[in-house]
């Protein structure tokens, strides 16, 4: 499996235009082969074969590239991190990133933990919060927050836009038909000082899924009213 992934990675990187040397391509192995034995314990993820993972987990991550921006040390917050994506593979491939990877559930953050010990990361840390809890001592803190496939888009907007300063930017990817999504969220963008500025489609190489990364820039200072406290935001979307 390893040297199945280790081959086959490069080469799907390389057919998206990303440049990959021989740390990273180490660095991103050891993540794969202890995702595959961690995950025996923690069922972290369905998604281990190398093709598939190399896919739809390292790609798919690194594919946010371009929506960064040439940030220098940038305060990164990935909301709902799971078992590191997409923040990881960003960490290892834009090791300047000052990355925070959050997730609500203790066993993956202590996941993340293993991994960036493991690989000797600096200037990443976990945070075992839900986005509400957090927004609380870290208010228009980030530059950037990322957030994968976590919640429908008005409500992944009360998690992420009140965590970012004005003039930053969120960045999230979901799978087809967000353009419903997106419109639905029109009033929560107003409310809380977002506007879309991009939205780019794709198709994964291998497994033709859909992808839809949406770039959202702050534009004005949030309200101290949100986020609602915890749960709320997805009960009640704006």
């Known amino acids: 499996m390893e040297n199945e992934f280790k081959k086959t990675l490069p080469i799907l990187l390389a057919g998206a235009g990303i440049e990959i040397d021989r ?3 180490q660095q991103s192995v050891r993540y794969y082969i202890l995702l595959v034995e961690e995950n025996q314990k923690y069922n972290l993820t369905s998604i281990i074969k190398p093709e ?8 798919d991550s690194l594919l946010l ?3 960064l921006g040439k940030y220098k040390e940038a305060q990164v917050i990935d909301v709902g991190s799971g078992a590191g994506f997409p923040g990881l593979p960003l960490k290892i ?3 300047e990133l000052q990355m925070t990877l959050m997730d609500s559930v203790g066993k993956k953050t202590v996941f993340i933990d293993k991994i960036i010990q493991d690989l000797g990361l600096e200037g990443v840390r976990t945070v075992h919060a839900r986005a509400e ?3 609380l001592g870290h208010r ?3 530059d950037l927050a990322l957030s994968r496939a976590v919640a429908e888009v008005r409500v992944l907007m009360e998690l992420t836009i009140p965590l970012v300063k004005v003039g930053g930017k969120v ?3 979901k799978g087809p038909g967000v353009q419903e999504e997106i419109r639905a969220a029109k009033n929560a963008l107003q409310v809380l000082g977002g506007e879309v500025k991009r939205v780019r489609e794709f198709s994964l ?6 992808r839809t990364v949406v770039r959202i820039a702050k534009t004005r200072a949030t309200p101290l009213k949100y986020p609602r406290r915890p749960g709320i935001p997805s009960k009640r979307p704006l």
Do not use: N, W
């Open 205 to 210: 190489p291998v497994s033709g899924d859909q």
């Open 133 to 135: 809890e957090h927004a």
């Open 171 to 173: 960045i999230i990817s």
């Open 23 to 25: 740390r990273m391509l």
């Open 140 to 142: 228009e803190y980030y």
């Open 52 to 59: 598939e993972a190399a896919e739809k987990h390292f790609l």
């Open 65 to 67: 590239l371009p929506d």
């Open 93 to 95: 491939f834009k090791p």
